[in-house]
């Protein structure tokens, strides 16, 4: 008689409900198929082309062959906190106790989830901008709460409007979600704008959370801090990192500020799950705030030099473009093509290899524009402009 074959079942996996209402990010998505494609332009994932600079590689190299490779306090090192009190004393002019008022994190990512954990009961609301950073919304579905997008346009410079936000306050309002620089746009609010947004954070007694890791990428413009604003400390979570101002992605540190109380609590989250960011990356954080300030001056005119060419660039193609005064960001409008923006993305990479990433993926409001990130070399958003050109002239319906 013949022996059977037994066919391994496959087991059907159960996923979590919150896991599956997530969808995958929009931007990973596009890059895993960039992996496999040679001679492409990338304007697309968000970060430095620079290397960290030296003097804060050597201080980590130097710590890790003094042998300082154990874990760190679950909040920070010491140094680190203090560090970063003085630096947002000297340049926000905010106190925070470095003991009991500062967290240190693994990227803004870490520093995000904690807070909604943190603040957010099920089906608390957290209004946030649309078009707004992919981890956004899912920061707060994570939580279990409800993200309340408000559409923000081209025309009113990307802006969030007190007037919009208040319209869309309910009973279950828990807070704002806020961050500017924006990333897709690079939009920066006045304070003027800021401060609206303050006073419906006092009226309706909201928690404001202030991700600020683009606040040093200026251009022309001030930042200002949320939490510098009168009376705001006290309703504010800032969400600040080294990643992009320090070209720091790789090294995953981050932090929050905020009352005692929430930082007490998201401390809490933070040991159980991290215990510690990490330690070298720590004392490479460390240097970056102590040493001279001329690395972070100098990429910020290097952004600038390139901000400049392709916004010009974009405009001349015919892709109208938003001037971005922050960020490494620019946000052209593909509607002359007719395409959405998923397809200008998917079309522009099979058939001139540059790479660009779909407004839609950062909400609903991102369709009919891309993100371009000109954190890459002058030479290639040159060469990535002269590529659009030959693509948008072939495909312009109006
Ligand atoms: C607006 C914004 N917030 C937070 C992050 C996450 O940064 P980190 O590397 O500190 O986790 C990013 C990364 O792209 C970002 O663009």
Known sequence: ???????????????????????????????????????????????PDFPTPWHIREAA??????????Y?????TPELRKELARHLKTYHGVDYDPMSEILITVGVSE?????????????????????????????????????????????????????????RITRKTRGILIGFPSNPTGAVMSKQKLTEIAELA????????????????????????????????????????FSKAYAMTGWRIGFAAAPKEIITAMTKIHQYTMMCASTMGQVAALEALKGGQDC?????????????????????????CFEPKGAFYAFPSIKCTGMTSEEFAERLLAEEKVAVVPGSAFGACGEGYVRCCYATALSDIEEALKRMKRFVNKYRVK
């Open 1 to 47: 008689m013949a022996v059977q074959k037994r066919v391994p079942q496959k087991r059907k996996q159960h996923i979590a409900a919150r896991a599956n209402k997530l969808s995958p990010s929009g931007i990973r998505k596009f890059f895993d198929l960039l992996s496999s494609m040679e001679g492409v332009i990338s304007l697309g994932v968000g970060e």
């Open 61 to 70: 190299i130097e710590s890790i062959e003094q042998g300082q490779t154990m």
């Open 72 to 76: 760190t306090s679950n909040s920070g």
């Open 111 to 167: 520093a995000l989830d904690l807070a909604m954990r943190a603040m957010i009961d099920p089906g608390d609301e957290v209004i946030h901008p649309d078009p707004s950073f992919v981890a956004y919304s899912s920061s707060i579905i994570l939580a279990e709460g409800v993200p309340a997008a408000i559409p923000t346009y081209e025309e009113t410079n990307f802006e969030l409007s007190a007037t919009a936000i208040e319209k």
């Open 202 to 241: 006092r009226k309706h007694n909201l928690t404001v959370f202030s991700d600020e890791i683009y606040g040093k990428l200026v251009y022309g413009v001030e930042h200002t801090c949320f939490a510098s604003l009168p009376g705001m400390k006290e309703h504010t979570i800032l969400l600040g990192g």
């Open 296 to 320: 972070v001056t100098e990429m910020v005119e290097e952004y600038n030099r390139r901000r400049l060419v392709i916004v010009k660039g974009l405009c001349d193609i015919g892709l109208s």
